[in-house]
């Protein structure tokens, strides 16, 4: 739970305040239609609350494999605009993503303490491959972010599918990979006693283990590490996933 909802936390409340500045435009703020695929799972649920908040959502399509029904009228009771619906099983996927502008797939099950992300491969690779499939075909112009795991994997899976039907587009496809930025950037906080709020870190590459890559060098505002302190910390940052999974020894575990 923790590990995408602090990155989707982030993502969320820079949106809403972001938005909330051009309140005082003469325009009202442009407001979209999300649908979350796997919305009544552990990472599913917290992301649908934060959702529902945002004054950039307009309507709020929530699919899964049961129980969406229940969390969605326990979200609608939330005082803000956004409307929420629910949708449950394969039958009505394709109600559920009908006009959609973003399209954010949290589905999958989740790791277990001794596994990797690759160790979710055969499972979530088939999930991420026919939710792309009725998105691509359904509301091909929506924004698609992959928050299932492995995500190195899970999203040239879902271009794939988008290159096969014609509808891909570089700009509009997403692994959602915040998390790793707001890790690197507590942790250097941790370590150098910078303000957590005003520090960042860029992290580029994948999302697992050595594939990424904290910019250390370029931390905002500057910071000098020892050749020990950058060693330490790359890993850190690496492998913060499988502390977290190990720490709740499998129960309400992150992605």
């Known amino acids: 739970l923790r590990e995408v909802m602090a990155g989707l936390m982030m993502r969320a409340v820079r949106g809403v305040l972001s938005a909330g500045t051009r309140n005082f435009s003469v325009s009202a703020p442009k407001r979209a239609k999300v649908s979350v695929l796997g919305a009544a799972g552990g990472i599913g649920q917290p992301l649908s609350l934060l959702l529902k908040q945002s004054i950039l959502v307009s309507e709020l399509a929530l699919y899964d494999v049961a129980n969406t029904v229940g969390v969605a009228a326990d979200l ?12 449950v099983g394969e ?19 989740p790791r277990k303490p001794g596994m ?3 160790d979710l491969f055969n499972i979530n690779a088939g999930i991420a491959m026919s939710l792309s499939e009725a998105a691509s075909k359904v509301c091909p112009e929506a924004m698609l972010c992959i928050i299932s795991n492995p995500v190195n994997s899970t999203v040239p899976i879902a271009s794939e599918v988008y290159k096969k039907n014609g509808v891909f ?35 580029i590459g994948g999302h697992a283990g050595i594939t ?40 309400d575990q992150p992605r």
């Open 76 to 87: 609608s009771h939330i005082e803000s605009a956004c409307q929420v619906k629910g949708y």
């Open 91 to 109: 039958s009505q996927l394709e109600e559920c993503l009908q006009g959609s502008n973003i399209v954010i797939i949290p589905a999958g099950v």
């Open 116 to 118: 990797t992300r690759d």
């Open 169 to 203: 587009d570089p700009r509009k496809m997403f692994g959602v990979t915040t998390l790793d930025v707001v890790r690197a950037n507590t942790f250097i906080s941790e370590l150098k006693g910078t303000p957590v709020t005003q520090t960042n870190c860029h992290v």
């Open 212 to 251: 990424i890559l904290p910019l250390l060098s370029q931390v905002e505002p500057a910071c000098q590490f020892t050749d020990e302190e950058r060693a330490a910390l790359t890993t850190r940052i690496q492998n913060a996933g499988t502390e977290v999974v190990e720490a709740k020894a499998g129960e």
